[in-house]
Structure formats: structure tokens, C-alpha cells
């Protein structure tokens, strides 16, 4: 194998290829990327780590790449690992669902080894996340009621997993907004919340009764009602 470089170590350059890891060291599909110091992979990156594919014990780090939106604490909180827990294999079959299933993911890979300096597991999460919003205009014609209104929906608000919808409309007859947020953790803490709130401002007709089967009756007043309905729920896993 060739010689461990010494000295720090350098990023690699574009279009420069990462030469042969050294014996030992765990070789992933893709190459490792240590997010917490740098986008490029290293030999320290590679080399802190025994290839041990059934290693067991307690996990001593949690390391989160690939994701651009995500956040490496809230990738964590849903496949519930800590450190300090215990890992083995089993396990990466339960992780790997809890990732799929949060929906914020279009793909999910799991790696693990045992680090060298103390004999605890660094376990790697790879998660490329999914589109999570959309904007959807609207526009309707009715008797009495002309209008439109736009709605937006956001899957993974600040990269958290909080959940946003909020829709608007203007009408001649029904003019609301409606607006739904939910947080399934609140600053890392097992609490959990939610909040809604509807506001609508609406016309009524009352028409004269009709005098005949087929009939065509004048209206007789109009009234307008302003409504506000607002909720919050706080609940504990």
C-alpha cells in the first residue's frame, strides 16, 4: 500500500482523484465525507476507523452527510440514535426504516465502524433529501362567488421536519386564509406542538320564498360574518 501521508491533511483539488486508502481503513461505496470540517474526503476521515462489519458496542459519534436541507441533529432524532447507546446490527434495519418512513428522504445508506482511538462505533448516516414544498394557485367561478387564492406546503421547514401549510383566498362571497403548523420536536426536547388557526370573512344572501315551483326569487338582504378560530396543542413522547 502506499505511505500514509504525514502532516495535516489537504482537500482535494477538482478532478482530483482520492489515491487507494490505507490497509485497514474502511473503504464505503461513496467516499466518506466528514461534515464537520470540510466537503472533501481525507485520510484522517478513512483511517480513524477499523474495518469491523459486525462490530458491536457503544456508539461514541454520530456522523450525517449528504444532506443539503436536513439537519444533522434532526437526522438523528429520527432514527433515534444517541451517543451512548448501544449499536450492533440489527439495528441498521430499524434506522434505516425510521429514515424512509419520516418521507423527508429518496435515499438512505447506513455505514458503521469501530473507532481506533477508543474502541467505541462512529456510525455513518447518508441521506439525500427529497423535494419538500410546493405552491399551489387556485381559481374558481361560482354564482355569488368569483375568486382565487394560492397555497404553499412545506414537508421540512428550517430542515427540521416541522410541517407548514397556509392557504389565502379572495372571493366576492368567501375570502379566508387557513393556516396549520406543526413541530414534532421542540428544541430537541421530547415535547411536541401544534398549531392552526382560520380566518373568514363571508357574505350571506337570504332570498324571498318562492311562490312557485320554478321560481326566481329576489333577495331580500345580505349579511357579512367575520370569523377567527384559533388552536395550539402541546403534547410528550
Known amino acids: ?65 449528504k444532506n443539503t436541507k436536513t439537519d444533522d441533529d434532526t437526522v438523528a432524532y429520527i432514527a433515534m440514535v444517541e451517543v451512548g447507546d448501544e449499536w450492533n446490527r440489527e439495528m441498521v434495519e430499524q434506522v434505516k426504516i425510521r429514515l424512509v418512513t419520516s418521507g423527508l428522504f429518496k435515499d438512505v445508506d447506513i455505514f458503521w465502524g469501530r473507532r481506533k482511538s477508543d474502541g467505541k462505533i462512529v456510525v455513518h448516516l447518508m441521506v439525500e433529501d427529497k423535494h419538500s414544498w410546493i405552491i399551489a394557485p387556485a381559481f374558481y367561478n361560482q354564482p355569488t362567488n368569483t375568486g ?20 389565502a383566498q379572495y ?21 411536541h406542538a401544534q398549531f392552526d388557526t382560520y380566518l373568514a370573512s363571508q357574505r350571506n344572501y337570504e332570498y324571498a320564498a318562492p311562490k312557485k315551483y320554478l321560481d326566481n326569487p329576489i ?17 410528550v413522547d
Open 1 to 65: 500500500p502506499p505511505p500514509k501521508p504525514t502532516g495535516p491533511a489537504q482537500p482535494l483539488q477538482n478532478n482530483q482523484q482520492l489515491p487507494p486508502a490505507p490497509a485497514g481503513a474502511i473503504s464505503p461505496s461513496v467516499p466518506f465525507t466528514d461534515a464537520r470540517s470540510s466537503d472533501k474526503p481525507t485520510y484522517e476521515a478513512l483511517d480513524t476507523l477499523s474495518s469491523d462489519p459486525d462490530a458491536t458496542g457503544v456508539i461514541g459519534e454520530i456522523r450525517v452527510s
Open 148 to 167: 382565487g387564492g394560492v397555497g404553499f406546503g412545506e414537508n421540512n421547514l428550517f430542515g427540521s421536519g416541522q410541517k407548514l401549510l397556509v392557504y
Open 171 to 191: 372571493a366576492t362571497g368567501d375570502t379566508f386564509f387557513i393556516g396549520a403548523w406543526q413541530l414534532p420536536q421542540i428544541s430537541g426536547s421530547r415535547f
Open 219 to 235: 333577495q331580500l338582504r345580505e349579511s357579512k360574518m367575520i370569523y377567527l378560530n384559533a388552536g395550539a396543542r402541546v403534547g
